[in-house]
């Protein structure tokens, strides 16, 4: 009954539309009333929630990745991918996948990978002749790479739910082979695409230019090297690699690159604290409802129910994709990692799955959430970008879910993909 | 009564996005200063990583009563998107009730917490209590519920409101 309470009030209260980091917390509240549990307690619990310093690379990586997407280094990474892949047929979204693989590697988010290399792209593609549903469809997919490849502040968000006993460098690492799979897997079909609609390519860049652009670009890709580089070299925490990323891409933008308005940096830092103080209030109240579940036994009793639907991991792996596939169309990622988390990890490790590797399921899924109706951030964000409606973005997607289903079946059924690279490395 | 009130509301939101902006900012700072002086200096402070933990709370909880405002807040809109006008209007009406009675439960059990911690300090900075770390879930609670009540009395803020001004900027 108690566990009825917790979760019956929080699907209820979920359906009417009430914002999700709210319910947590209003759930959680009804849930201690319930059992008669000190308010205080709850309330400890939301401000501990927010209150650990590994969360602050959260703001960083989205300070940094805002910085970067507005201030001219999108531009510069799609300049540099067309000078690799651009003379190839379907050249240009060839391009764009590129693209957003280099600018996954430094922003770590679906919707600014959009926003930012959607703003380039899609004007250029449909000038080139290609349809400007394809090209909408290839920039949200695209984009969902830069939920893998580090840095992710999704996978920090996944350690946090974990009870931050997961390595962030760990899951940073785990990201870079599913994220370059997805890549891969949305070449070929681009590449298939491209061939079978005849589309066009490009001419080759002269090599004097193509150093030029590639010289400019590298500016860029040094973010990656600070993050991965200091966190590996045992320099600095994910946190701070996080905020030195934001520094360094600050002085990037500011006074190498010189495109961005000081004046403008106001509306940068204004829609920065909307999209975080949004994550952060997310988990604080996340952290409430966890200690909620973990008092009422809600983990154990889960595990209980999904180990007496089978024991077999492979079967389990598959009910586990289906059920974050179909979470994932109305939840948003970040609510969807810190509520599944708590009740599917114990399940997983007791059938021996790595936490490495399911956050990495965990995190396919969730990218593949983000753009399928009828709540997908990155689908909205894509369309408005894009001019086109949900309506005919959906009805052309079939394909690239196909692709991306191929890309979340291998992560899941090959965890040396995930495992591989965080093993060479030991903290 | 309801112009002033919304002008007061729209000062408030600027006041939120304001300090959380200037927190953020302001983390952004001292933590590469702390890598700074432990590397370069060889004299590592202990006071930036306490002190960008203690913004992060003004920034989460301040910020999220301005993300209320601005509606930015995720939400499962799908069953609320497919019913009728009526219906929908009592769905919406039962949100902002939930919500005034969730912003209700933090002002009020929060202000409890922090009378209850007011008297310890806080190791790392001795002159501030440990009461501090708390108060923003309370000033948060009553910010957002504030901000609950221009929503149901004046209604949506003014289209000039600076909440719609955020748009990115796309260079040539």
Known sequence: MDALVLLGSFTLLCAIGMPVAYTLGLSSLIAALWISLPMEAVMLKISDGTDDFSLLAIPFFVLAGAIMAEGGMATRLVNLAKILVGFIRGGLALVNVLASTFFGAVSGSSVADTASIGTVMIPQMIRAGYPRVFSTNVTICGSVQAILIPPSHNAVIYSLAAGGSISIAHLFLAGVFPGLLFGLCLTGLVLITAHRRGFPKSEPVPLRQALRIALDAVWGLITIVIILGGILGGIFTATESAAVACLYAFIVTMFVYRDYRWRDLPRLLHRTVKTVAMVMMLIGFSAAFGYMMAIMQIPARATEFF????????????????????????????????????????????????????????????????????????????????????????????????????????????????????????? | ??????????????????????????????????????????????????????????????????????????????????????????????????????????????????????????????????????????????LTLLFILERRWVGEPSPTSLMYRDQAVVLE
């Open chain 1, 307 to 427: 180990l007496a639907l089978t024991t077999n991991t492979y079967a389990m792996l598959l009910l586990v994709n289906v059920l974050l596939l179909a979470l994932g169309t109305f939840l948003d990622l970040a609510p969807m990692i810190l509520i599944c988390t708590p009740i599917l990890l114990p399940v997983m490790v007791k059938l021996g799955v790595d936490p490495v590797h399911f956050g990495m399921i965990l995190l396919v899924n969730g990218g593949i959430g983000l753009i399928t109706p009828p709540v997908g951030p990155t689908l909205f964000v894509g369309c408005a970008i894009g001019r086109v409606s949900m309506e005919e973005v959906s009805r052309e997607l079939w394909p690239f879910y196909g692709t991306m289903i191929l890309a979340l079946l291998l992560v899941t059924y090959l965890p040396a993909l995930s495992l591989w690279l965080p093993s060479l490395v030991r903290f």
């Open chain 2, 1 to 142: 009564m309801k112009a002033y009130y919304a002008q007061a509301m729209e000062a408030l939101y600027v006041a939120c996005v304001g300090v959380s902006g200037a927190s953020l900012v302001v983390i952004t700072l001292i933590i590469p200063y702390g890598v700074f002086m432990r590397y370069v200096v060889n004299s590592p402070a202990s006071w930036p990583e306490p002190a960008a933990v203690l913004l992060m709370i003004v920034f989460s909880f301040l910020g999220g009563a301005a993300v209320y405002r601005a509606q930015v807040h995720i939400a499962v809109r799908a069953l609320v998107d497919a019913v009728g006008p009526s219906t929908q209007r009592l769905m919406l009406g039962l949100v902002d009730i939930a919500m005034a009675l969730t912003c209700l439960f933090m002002f009020l059990w929060g202000l409890e917490l922090v009378r209850a911690t007011w008297n310890q300090v806080i190791a790392e900075f001795p002159l501030l209590s440990v009461g501090l770390t708390y108060a923003p879930v309370p000033l948060g609670g009553l």
